[in-house]
Antibody, heavy 118, light 107 residues
Framework: EVQLVESGGGLVQPGGSLRLSCAASGFTFSSYDMHWVRQATGKGLEWVSVIGTTGDSYYPGSVKGRFTISRENAKNSLYLQMNSLRAGDTAVYYC????????????WGRGTLVTVSS | DIQMTQSPSTLSASVGDRVTITCRASQTISHWLAWYQQKPGKAPKLLIYKASTLESGVPSRFSGSGSGTEFTLTISSLQPDDFATYYCQQYNNYLCTFGQGTKLEIK
């Protein structure tokens, strides 16, 4: 089955760190750019990062310097290392596949909840 | 950064209505725009990519148009399953931005 499954979410204190994982299956993971997108409760979608097939990565200003996206093709896995977490980072984090055309996400996971609170 | 502005924020409509949602980019993005549908508690679902290409399996009542800075998503005849929140999303130079969303409600 073609799917993405996120894990690693949880409760973390402000200033803390967390590493999210996304396990891909059913497709050739190494052939796709991959993204992280987040959504705070009751709010809209916010793009968090992208990693290309060659390992190049990009971030919006809101997380640049604090978050690092990485991938391990041999394990069909995507990661998001989140440091210096703030209350505003509280959200459901989705991984998504860039499948149909550059920058459109045709496959999404169910998400993992990250809560930043003391 | 490119900003995406969707309108309206909320839209009330009835089954069978034709509805249009607009998305404007703060600078030109050619045709690099996608539309998603999201229902409560679920991940978004891709409807349209490259501004006007219908994703496989999406009903033909959904259509997209536009280029440059102004884009529209049209649902030709609303069905009960279409009441959800819709987002536009742009892609430019490896960076992405979503619109703030349009909640489509039953009138």
């Amino acid at each position: 089955e073609v799917q993405l499954v996120e894990s690693g979410g949880g409760l973390v204190q402000p200033g803390g760190s967390l590493r999210l994982s996304c396990a891909a299956s059913g497709f050739t993971f190494s052939s796709y750019d991959m993204h992280w997108v987040r959504q705070a409760t009751g709010k809209g979608l916010e793009w968090v990062s992208v990693i290309g097939t060659t390992g190049d990565s990009y971030y919006p200003g809101s997380v640049k310097g604090r978050f690092t996206i990485s991938r391990e093709n041999a394990k069909n896995s995507l990661y998001l290392q989140m440091n210096s977490l703030r209350a505003g980072d509280t959200a459901v984090y989705y991984c998504a596949r860039d499948g149909r055309a550059a920058g459109s996400f045709d496959l999404w996971g169910r998400g993992t909840l990250v809560t930043v609170s003391s | 950064d490119i900003q995406m502005t969707q309108s309206p924020s909320t839209l009330s409509a009835s089954v069978g209505d034709r509805v249009t949602i607009t998305c404007r980019a703060s600078q030109t993005i050619s045709h690099w725009l996608a539309w998603y549908q999201q229902k409560p508690g679920k991940a978004p679902k891709l409807l349209i990519y490259k501004a006007s290409t219908l994703e496989s399996g999406v009903p033909s009542r959904f259509s997209g148009s536009g280029s440059g800075t102004e884009f529209t998503l049209t649902i030709s005849s609303l069905q009960p399953d279409d009441f959800a929140t819709y987002y536009c999303q742009q892609y430019n130079n490896y960076l992405c931005t979503f619109g703030q969303g349009t909640k489509l409600e039953i009138k």
